[in-house]
Each structure stands twice: as structure tokens, then as C-alpha cells.
């Protein structure tokens, strides 16, 4: 059975009508002097500072801590106010999903595996109340490889239950193919949802254990 639940965030948990994206281009434009940063940008899957590594080198800006640190101290506060004007919300079945484990005899730890840095998973997922369900986390400002971040909340996993945990004992749960191959990539199980910006046909072309349209389709078999 699934002892630790490792869930992305955005096109998984929540939908943001694209206010990541106009963060990182509004920071980009205030603060670097760079119009349509994000243009053809491919946002699916990715971390926070690949991201920005990206446009650093794209754009021919210093890649270094400094910069870095400018870019990250300001993004969230356009975060907050894109959360605010843009529609968004939980993806279909989220919280009846969280609920359902959350009442099981014995509950997986549920935690996230994502690429945004800590403060803009909580910003994200305070904003539609989901923030607090969460026992724990792997993010980008700790790696900027998804597949290390795996690794990273999968041992935090063991940790906060007090025991070792199989990786067939861990379920990840995403909507692109780089959140199937990052469980792969510790040998979990993998669950890839169909909410975000890939098909099921698409998803299933990774070969995830299993594929879902949304996640009412969620049921205990998914945990076995």
C-alpha cells in the first residue's frame, strides 16, 4: 500500500489561470528590463530556476546567486497579485481526494513534489486552501533537478513517519510527463491526471502506472 502521496501543484492540484507565468514575466520586465520574457518559454514540468536560468542565458544576463536572488525576491509579490485577479482554483476532485485519504485507517503522508520555489507553493496553495493538508515538501529553491527533489521528499517521507519507505511504497502524482520520470526516477509508483496542459493519450505515451482524466476518478486501487 501507499505509505507517502507526493503530489505536483500546478495542472495537479490547482489551476492559476497563468499567474506563474505573468509573475515571471512581470519580474522579468520590471526588474531586468526584458519584454515577453516568457515567450516561448515551455513552463510544463519545469523548476522555478531552470526557468530562470533559462531566460538569464537566453537574454545574456549575469548567471549568478545575485541575480538569482533579485529575481526570487520579487516574483512573489506579483504572484500574489495575479493570484488575485486571475481565475483559478482546486482541479477537479481535490479536495473529496484529500478527504478520502485523510479518513483511511491508515493514511498515506501526504506531500508535494513540485517545481516552484517554498514561498510560491504556499502562496499557491494557501490561496485556494490547500496549503495546510501538507505535511511536508520537496522545492526548487533546495534543487533545481526534479529528479533530486524526488529523492528529497522521499526522504523526508521516511522521516516524518519514523520508518523506511519502500519506493513501491510511494505514489507521485502529476500532469506532465517530467513528474512521471521524476517517480520513476526513485522507482515510485506514478500517477499522471490529465487537468493540466497534456492529453491522456499523451500521458499514458510516458507510461505512468496509472492515468486518470481528473482525479475523481481517484479510487483505493490507486494506492495498492
Known amino acids: 500500500m501507499t505509505r507517502l502521496a507526493l503530489f505536483d501543484i500546478d495542472g495537479t492540484l490547482v489551476r492559476t489561470g497563468g499567474a506563474g507565468v505573468r509573475a515571471f514575466a512581470k519580474t522579468f520586465a520590471n526588474e531586468f528590463r526584458i519584454r515577453d520574457a516568457t515567450r516561448g518559454l515551455n513552463f510544463s514540468g519545469r523548476t522555478d530556476p531552470s526557468l530562470v536560468r533559462e531566460c538569464f542565458q537566453k537574454h545574456r544576463i549575469p548567471v549568478t ?43 498515506p503522508t501526504l506531500g508535494l513534489l513540485t517545481g516552484n520555489i517554498r514561498l510560491g507553493a504556499e502562496l499557491k496553495l494557501r490561496h485556494h486552501g490547500l496549503w495546510e493538508f501538507f505535511e511536508l515538501g520537496a522545492f526548487s529553491d533546495e534543487h533545481e533537478d526534479r529528479h533530486q527533489l524526488a529523492a528529497i521528499a522521499h526522504d523526508r517521507g521516511a522521516r516524518v513517519r519514523k520508518a523506511k519507505i519502500q519506493p513501491s511504497e510511494v505514489l ?17 509508483k506514478t500517477l499522471a491526471v490529465a487537468t493540466g496542459s497534456f492529453s491522456v493519450s499523451e500521458l499514458a505515451a510516458c507510461k505512468p502506472d496509472f492515468v486518470l482524466e481528473d482525479l475523481t476518478q481517484f479510487s483505493q486501487t490507486h494506492l495498492i
Open 65 to 107: 546567486t545575485e541575480n538569482f536572488e533579485h529575481f526570487f525576491g520579487v516574483y512573489p509579490h506579483w504572484l500574489v497579485q495575479y493570484l488575485n485577479e486571475l481565475p483559478g482554483g482546486p482541479c477537479p476532485g481535490v479536495f473529496n481526494l484529500i478527504d478520502k485519504l485523510l479518513c483511511l485507517p491508515n493514511p
Open 172 to 188: 507521485v502524482i502529476g500532469d506532465t510527463p517530467l513528474d512521471v520520470a521524476c517517480g520513476k526516477a526513485i522507482g515510485a
